[in-house]
């Protein structure tokens, strides 16, 4: 019944919107699962405690290949493509399940590694992404260089074997507990400044590596200082090459803002 509609626009049939059969045997699978395995997380003393936890949460979700869902099966994902993301991402909310640990790790870090890494990184750093093995951070923001990244002024400078990062970072998560955390650092302080920077992954665990949590008015310490004086990067810790960092990074900060991997903070 065209009556009431306006007459120069042209309508088509609806759209169908309903799951197919495989779509729906996915969701059911998911929703089994979190019914079988979904536990309150408690309260704890410290952060370290509920660290402990946490990794303990994400280790069981990676057992049975409920983490980084849309990673491809060769690197512990499914494949999931984006309506089944969607779907798993609504029966963990309906579960009320606890987020995973390594959330950096699975949005941000791995989905850059799948995108610019190399095989030998992506072997080395994927597998304990997913299973909180290893946990990671960002290492982006500066005092000076937030909003702004590209102003950013921690520097590295090649040395045998790799390079030789000095600076400072601001408003890290997880730095205390990372083991890894992907940077973005200058290495041509004389090119045009989006074009000097390079993306490199620190061991957090290296000689020159301080982190100083930040306390709040709250009492707790979510995010944290880094200061990085002279720590040794390898050569095969650079990712994309070297003065390709704006660009690694706008993958990272894409994920960062949002789209097709699952936990997500609003979950």
Not at 221 to 247: R, T
Request: net charge negative; proline share 6%; with cysteine.
């Amino acid at each position: 019944d065209d009556r009431g509609r306006p007459p120069d626009l042209c309508y088509t049939s609806g759209v169908d919107l309903s799951l197919s059969p495989e779509e729906e045997a996915f969701a059911g699978e998911a929703r089994a699962w979190l019914a079988a395995n979904v536990s309150r997380r408690p309260e704890f003393e410290s952060f370290d405690e509920g660290v402990a936890w946490d990794r303990a949460w994400q280790r069981r979700l990676a057992a049975d290949r409920w983490v980084g869902i849309s990673w491809p099966s060769a690197y512990g994902g499914r494949d999931a493509t984006p309506v089944q993301v969607a779907l798993f991402n609504a029966e963990y909310a309906r579960a009320g399940a606890p987020q995973p640990v390594n959330r950096v790790g699975i949005n941000l870090a791995g989905p850059t590694l799948l995108a610019h890494g190399t095989e030998e990184q992506r072997a080395r750093w994927l597998p304990p992404i997913l299973d909180a093995g290893e946990i990671w951070c960002q290492l982006f923001s500066e005092p000076d260089a937030g909003s702004d990244l590209a102003s950013l002024r921690t520097v590295a400078e090649r040395v045998d074997g790799g390079w030789s990062v000095t600076g400072q970072k601001v408003w890290t998560s997880y730095a205390t507990v990372a083991r890894w955390g992907v940077a973005l650092v200058r290495t041509d302080p004389e090119a045009p400044r989006h074009r000097g920077l390079s993306y490199m992954v620190v061991d957090l665990s290296a000689d020159g590596v301080d982190v100083r949590p930040l306390r709040q008015i709250t009492g707790e310490s979510e995010f944290n200082e880094v200061f990085l004086d002279g720590v040794f990067v390898p050569e095969d810790h650079l990712v994309g090459g070297s003065g390709n960092g704006w660009a690694v990074a706008n993958t990272t900060l894409a994920h960062e803002r949002g789209v097709n991997f699952p936990f997500k903070e609003q979950v």
